[in-house]
């Protein structure tokens, strides 16, 4: 099993920023992807940004050159950082890992961008 709890959500203005992290625990090796997702009201949840265990990198059209994600193996932390925020990311978003075949999910984190 793998725990995930994300955190650093909130409000921001539209052209601001925000650092979301997902601290995960648990049977964490041999974890494949990590990534995370997000899911406005209405609309089918999408993924925005992945990395490997080898620690490639993939992202959304929509958010390519204004978010980044990275890990921190030591602290098992995997990181948003959202840049030039719009209202249209304004989303909850979720932590997810790939490990062995199963997804694994945490409680999710409201981001509300406004304009």
């Known amino acids: 099993q793998v725990q995930l709890v994300e955190s650093g959500g909130g409000l921001v203005q539209a052209g601001g920023s925000l650092k979301l992290a997902c601290a995960a625990s648990?049977?964490?090796?041999?974890?494949?992807?990590m990534a995370w997702y997000r899911q406005a009201p209405g609309k089918q949840r999408e993924v925005v940004a992945t990395i490997t265990s080898g620690g490639s990198t993939n992202y959304l059209d929509s958010v390519k050159g204004r978010f980044t994600i990275s890990r921190d193996i030591a602290k098992n932390t995997v990181y948003l950082q959202m840049n030039n925020l719009k209202p249209e990311d304004t989303a909850v978003y979720l932590c997810?890992?790939?490990?062995?075949?199963?997804?694994?999910w945490g409680q999710g984190t409201q981001v509300t961008v406004s304009s």
């Open positions: 648990g049977s964490i090796f041999s974890i494949d992807v």
């Open positions: 997810n890992a790939y490990r062995e075949l199963k997804n694994y």
